[in-house]
């Protein structure tokens, strides 16, 4: 049964947007499941609800709903009439932590992979379909959130009225430098498998969110990629989403490392859900500078779902939608508002 915990009301930085916070009770274990609420305020439109799911390390506010001007994929659908919920899974941002994370990473295996994220999930969609008096609802997910999300709609086809899976794995071939076999996530003993040494959680530096987004923007000078108040604001989410961060030095900010065991086992061509069980309408949108997903995952399930077609955007990131507009955010969101309102 969930219970609703906390609703927060504030207004958002556009004048029409409203947002309100809430804790809800989790259905599977004694945890409190963060989501984001974020509408017009006296939304006449008629469409489903749409759920963002965020990736292995950046929670849900951090990654759709930043407080600066093209920082809010959040705020621009809701601009478009629709009527936005963002979650933050176990482990992650506003959400409740497993136990394992207030003691040393070593002494856990990893945290929050694919079941827990379904379960997450679950709780979430029902309660957003009672608030909206929905029957179904629909879902972006982003990175590893596509794949939660995808394994999720494969469980609860009733519930999925269209997905979105945006630079995420599937499974498709069994080669990625970086995630993959070879790479520090395989154990040296054991290959194929994933290196449980790792441990429950990571710690990740402002540092590290830049890493690779830096090296797939084809330009020397970063900032006329991405607006350097959207990579600020980015990184400041992000070490503010976690209570703990500022008590290292430098300052980290804790994520479960479950993502990256699922992200292994998809990289070395590891199904966990099979696309030809989906039966929504899907939308794959892949970036061609993405250093996450590979076209490969994304052309195998266009050409495995039932009805489903692909959006490739021209040396778009990883990150395209915290990108500069003509950078490809543009693309990205006219094509996810497109689908969204599209009769398919």
Not at 112 to 133: E, F, G, S, Y
């Amino acid at each position: 049964m969930i219970i609703l915990l906390l609703i927060l009301p504030y207004t958002g930085s556009a004048s029409m947007i409203e947002k309100r916070d809430h804790l809800i009770g989790s259905c599977y274990l004694d945890e409190n499941i963060f989501i984001r609420e974020v509408k017009l305020k006296n939304n006449k439109h008629k469409q489903e609800p749409l759920l963002l799911v965020h990736g292995a390390r950046v929670p849900g506010t951090g990654s759709f709903d930043l407080p600066v001007q093209g920082g809010s994929l959040a705020e621009d659908l809701a601009q478009a009439g629709f009527d936005v919920y963002i979650i933050d899974l176990r482990g992650y941002g506003k959400s409740s932590r497993p136990k394992e994370m207030s003691r040393p990473a070593s002494e856990s295996k990893p945290l929050v992979r694919t079941p827990a994220a379904i379960d997450d999930l679950k709780c979430a969609v029902n309660q957003i379909l009672k608030w909206t008096d929905s029957q179904k609802i629909n879902i972006l997910g982003w990175a590893t959130g596509g794949h939660w999300a995808a394994a999720y709609a494969e469980q609860h086809n009733d519930s999925v009225n269209k997905l979105i899976i945006y630079n995420s794995l599937y499974g498709a071939v069994d080669d990625h430098k970086l995630l993959g076999k070879g790479s520090v996530f395989e154990d040296k003993l054991n290959p194929k498998q994933f290196s449980h040494s790792i441990g429950g959680y990571q710690l990740n530096t402002k540092e590290s969110l830049f890493q690779a987004w830096d090296l797939s923007i084809p330009l020397v000078e970063k900032d006329l990629w991405r607006d350097p108040l959207v990579a600020n604001a980015y990184a400041q989410e992000a070490m503010n989403s976690d209570p703990e961060s500022f008590s290292h030095t430098p300052p980290q900010f804790r994520s479960p490392t479950g993502a990256m065991a699922d992200s292994f086992e998809l990289a070395i061509g590891q199904k966990q859900w099979q696309a030809k069980h989906l039966l929504m309408p899907i939308l794959v949108i892949f970036s061609q500078n993405d250093f996450w997903s590979r076209k490969a995952d994304a052309l195998a399930i266009v050409n495995e779902a039932k009805q489903a077609h692909l959006v490739e955007i021209p040396d778009g990131t990883h990150f395209v939608h915290l990108d500069r507009a003509e950078k490809g955010r543009s693309l990205f969101v006219s094509s996810v508002v497109d689908f969204l309102n599209s009769d398919k």
